[in-house]
């Protein structure tokens, strides 16, 4: 593990004890995964004990499968499937898959896990749960990367743009473009307190 991986990780300690899984993962340094891979990560698996048990090749020719059924069904005019870590390829899958299991990095990820507490992601029920969020303006009682945490945590996602395909609008104060394109849209437009009792309060 890399040492200023290993100080981000340590500085993430002396803030607090409470981590987000997806930060955790980005925080260990793993060859090729970024900030988004880490989210996808933390979104399929839902816990850390769940990504470091993952059998790879299983769920590296399971992806396979799905994309030549998928490819099938595209030329016989049915929907598609859904492909599990989309946006994840073999090459980063396996570096993911000798990462955890190169020892030094287990003992160090094991060491990390004992004094933290990783929250665990809430999956979607289902894949067609799963909402796109859009964040604009200055929320009420929590900051836009707090709002962001909450979603991700509950298995949806935060989209950095409107479209056809966002379900709902979180605006504060001097909220700008997003919410005028939100309304012409359609789009329900919520604030701080309702995105809090959609999906609970932060944490739990």
């Not at 990560?41 to 396979?64: D, I, N, T, V, Y």
């Not at 989309?86 to 004992?114: C, Q, T, W, Y």
């Amino acid at each position: 593990m890399a040492e200023k991986s290993a100080q981000n990780v340590i500085e993430a300690i002396q803030r607090t004890r409470k981590v987000d899984l997806a930060r955790f993962i980005h925080a260990l340094g793993m060859p090729g995964v970024g900030e988004e891979v880490a989210k996808i990560l933390a979104r399929h698996f839902g816990s850390l004990e769940a990504l470091l048990e993952a059998q790879w090749p299983a769920l590296s020719a399971e992806k396979e499968r799905v994309r030549k059924e998928n490819a099938k069904r595209k030329r016989k005019g049915e929907a598609a499937l859904e492909v599990a870590l989309e946006g994840i390829g073999p090459e980063i899958m396996d570096s993911v898959d000798k990462f955890v299991h190169e020892r030094h990095n287990r003992e160090v990820i094991d060491r990390l896990a004992g004094s933290l507490d990783i929250q665990k992601v809430r999956a979607a029920r289902a894949a067609g749960d799963a909402k796109t969020f859009v964040l604009t303006g200055t929320l009420q009682g929590m900051t836009r990367d707090e709002a962001r945490t909450l979603i991700e945590s509950r298995g949806h996602k935060v989209a950095g743009s409107v479209s056809k395909n966002t379900d709902y609008v979180v605006a504060g104060a001097e909220a700008g473009s997003k919410l005028e394109q939100a309304r012409s849209l359609g789009v329900e437009v919520i604030d701080a307190d309702a995105l809090v009792k959609l999906l609970g309060n932060p944490g739990k």
